[in-house]
């Protein structure tokens, strides 16, 4: 852990794709979480979802071997309604379109809590619930074009399980934005209500950031101002991690959030031991200069890892450019490093 100890003080966990898949754990993850306590790194789980209170993801964590209080769990839903608890008044009618702990979130900040439009509500709040239809949908509907304030907790179109992705609240999102013609206030990630809460519960002063979705996650790192750590257990993929626009660009890649137990020196994206990349008319060749050191994308740190290969490409191919590239292999081991990196399909 004594990658970390070089000046971050606190780690922000995303948790779906990150720390767990559904109702599972990603693997590592508990020794990870023990491991930076022991370390004296604050930790802070923040998560898109708002399908469940602090208490119920504190709980989930729990029974997965992960040690978590309801003070360590950070929702987009507490998020939210910390918006609109800073905007209206005690007792203002909000139309709430989500599950059960984001009604209790708004009554817990002193706000009345409706489910119908002629209860008149003065605004909208919207997070996942796998039990929103399509009455409550037009309820919502209608009190935004009369005019309700609107604040979503989050806009992520999928939601990783363990039984692959999944509609997220952002698909649900969608469907009011084109029956509404109107958009939301986010406030979870990529926007920064969400990460400036968590870095304040904590008080960090250098925190570092880590998820798996680079629209979100990590786009909203960069709009925090934080460094982050991608990683590739959930939802992002290395063809859209090296096309990535530049506010979307991690500081750090890792397989999962095991990449944290060593040194985090090791998981920067830049031109990494054993590999070379060059950038000619919009394609990047890699060449190997150490012998292949597997297909593992574990990332050990040492030359020829082929997770290596792929922060050489990035940090070459963002120095220069952006969008989608071309790839050229100057060798063997270049071509199994991109095959195992899932890039295979982008060589010419």
């Known amino acids: 852990m004594s990658g970390l100890l070089d000046g971050y003080d606190a780690v922000l966990?995303?948790?779906?794709?990150?720390?767990?898949?559904?109702?599972?754990?990603?693997?590592?993850?508990?020794?990870?979480?023990?491991?930076?306590?022991?370390?004296?790194i604050a930790v802070q789980f923040i998560t898109n979802n708002a399908s469940r209170s602090p208490d119920e993801v504190a709980e989930h964590l729990g029974e997965l071997g992960i040690e978590a209080d309801p003070d360590d769990v950070l929702t987009s839903g507490q998020a939210a309604v910390g918006l609109l608890s800073a905007e209206l008044p005690a007792g203002s009618a909000v139309l709430v379109v989500g599950s059960a702990a984001l009604v209790a979130a708004v009554e817990?900040?002193?706000?009345?809590?409706?489910?119908?439009?002629?209860?008149?509500?003065?605004?909208?709040?919207?997070?996942?619930?796998?039990?929103?239809?399509?009455?409550?949908?037009?309820?919502?509907?209608?009190?935004?074009?009369?005019?309700?304030r609107w604040i979503a907790s989050n806009v992520d179109r999928t939601l990783p399980t363990e039984r692959g992705l999944l509609p997220g609240n952002?698909?649900?999102?969608?469907?009011?934005?084109?029956?509404?013609?109107?958009?939301?206030?986010?406030?979870?990630?990529?926007e920064r209500p969400l990460l400036d809460a968590a870095v304040q519960r904590v008080g960090a002063r250098c925190p570092l950031m880590v998820g798996d979705r680079i629209d979100t996650d990590i786009a909203g790192a960069r709009a925090a101002g934080l460094d982050s750590l991608a990683v590739l257990s959930g939802v992002a993929d290395p063809a859209a991690l090296l096309s990535a626009p530049p506010a979307q660009r991690p500081t750090f890649l890792g397989a999962d959030v095991q990449v944290l137990r060593g040194e985090l020196a090791d998981a920067r994206i830049a031109a990494r031991p054993g590999w070379d990349a060059a950038v000619s008319d919009g394609t990047v060749t890699l060449k190997g200069t150490a012998a292949l050191k597997g297909t593992s994308l574990k990332g050990t740190g040492t030359p020829g890892d082929p997770l290596d290969a792929l922060r050489t490409l990035c940090a070459a191919w963002w120095a220069v450019g952006e969008g989608p590239v071309q790839l050229r292999a100057a060798d063997d081991d270049a071509a199994k490093a991109l095959d195992a990196v899932g890039l295979g399909a982008l060589l010419e």
Request: with cysteine.
């Open 170 to 190: 952002g698909a649900m999102v969608a469907a009011l934005v084109a029956a509404t013609d109107r958009t939301p206030t986010v406030a979870g990630k990529p």
């Open 108 to 148: 817990e900040a002193g706000l009345r809590p409706v489910s119908t439009a002629t209860e008149q509500p003065v605004a909208v709040v919207q997070g996942h619930s796998p039990q929103t239809g399509w009455a409550l949908l037009a309820e919502a509907c209608i009190a935004i074009r009369g005019g309700a």
């Open 13 to 40: 966990l995303d948790l779906d794709g990150t720390v767990v898949r559904g109702r599972d754990a990603v693997p590592g993850a508990a020794d990870v979480v023990a491991a930076l306590r022991e370390a004296d």
